[in-house]
C-alpha cells in the first residue's frame, strides 16, 4: 500500500512556543492532505483539510491562526501549532489521498505525532 | 448527539472467538462506511470499506452494512492475539474519501 511518513513521532515543547508537524506522501501524489487530532480514548476528530496551492478549510471550532497548515507540494503538508498550551497536547495524525487505481479509494494515514506541551 | 456512536467497550475474548464490533450513526448522507486498525501509538490502517449496504468478506473479517438501521458492523472470525487493537468504524459521504467522521473506537483484547 502507499506509504504516508509523518515526522516527528513525538515532541515536547514549552509552553508558548510552536511546533511544526511534517506529512510526507513517500510515493504518490496527494492531491489532498487531512490533518486529525485524537485525545486519549477519544475519536479522531477532522480538523482541516489541506489541497496543494491552496489553503487549507477548517473545521468548525479549530482555530486556523493557532493550526497553521501549509501544503506546499504534492508529497508534503506542514501543520504548525502556534503559541503551544498544555491542552494542545494531543495525537496529530495526517492523512492523504490521491493518486490512481486503488489510492482512489482510500487515504492513507501517518503512523501519528504526539505532542506533549510542558 | 455524535453523528456516529461506538461502543468504547474494552472487548475482551479468547483466542478463536467470534467478535462482533458495532457502529450506529445519524447521517442518512453517508455512503462509505470503513473499518480501521490503530495499535497503540500509530495511525490507523484500513481494514475494510463497503459501499452502501450490504456484506463484504475479506479473510476473517466480514463487514455490514444495513443503510435502512443506519448500522455496521465488523464481525472477525478465529480471533488472534495479534489482532488486539483498537477498531474504528468510520465513514463519509463519498466526496473525499480522506473527509471521514470516526466512531470513538473499541478496544479489543484477545487473549490466548
Known amino acids: 500500500g502507499a506509504v504516508v511518513s509523518q515526522h516527528p513521532s513525538w515532541v515536547i515543547c514549552k509552553s508558548g512556543t510552536s511546533v511544526k508537524i511534517e506529512c510526507r506522501s513517500l510515493d504518490f501524489q496527494a492531491t489532498t492532505m487531512f490533518w486529525y487530532r485524537q485525545f486519549p480514548k477519544q475519536s479522531l476528530m477532522l480538523m482541516a483539510t489541506s489541497n496543494e496551492g491552496s489553503k487549507a478549510t477548517y473545521e468548525q471550532g479549530v482555530e486556523k491562526d493557532k493550526f497553521l497548515i501549509n501544503h506546499a507540494s504534492l508529497t508534503l503538508s506542514t501543520l504548525t501549532v502556534t503559541s503551544a498550551h498544555p491542552e494542545d497536547s494531543s495525537f496529530y495524525i495526517c492523512?492523504?489521498?490521491?493518486?490512481?487505481?486503488?489510492?482512489?479509494?482510500?487515504?492513507?494515514f501517518g503512523q501519528g505525532t504526539r505532542l506533549t506541551v510542558v | 448527539q455524535k453523528e456516529v456512536e461506538q461502543d468504547p467497550g474494552p472487548l475482551s475474548v479468547p483466542e478463536g472467538a467470534i467478535v462482533s464490533l458495532n457502529c450506529t450513526y445519524s447521517?442518512?448522507?453517508?455512503?462509505?462506511f470503513m473499518w480501521y486498525r490503530q495499535y497503540s501509538r500509530k495511525g490507523p490502517e484500513l481494514l475494510m470499506y463497503?459501499?452502501?449496504?450490504g456484506n463484504k468478506e475479506d479473510g476473517r473479517f466480514t463487514a455490514q452494512v444495513d443503510k435502512s438501521s443506519k448500522y455496521i458492523s465488523l464481525f472477525i472470525r478465529d480471533s488472534q492475539p495479534s489482532d488486539s487493537a483498537t477498531y474504528l468504524c468510520?465513514?463519509?459521504?463519498?466526496?473525499?474519501?480522506?473527509?471521514?467522521?470516526f466512531g470513538q473506537g473499541t478496544i479489543l483484547t484477545v487473549h490466548p
Open positions: 463497503t459501499y452502501s449496504s
Open positions: 492523512s492523504a489521498e490521491g493518486g490512481s487505481g486503488k489510492r482512489n479509494t482510500e487515504a492513507f
Open positions: 468510520a465513514m463519509n459521504g463519498g466526496t473525499s474519501y480522506g473527509k471521514l467522521t
Open positions: 447521517n442518512s448522507a453517508f455512503q462509505y
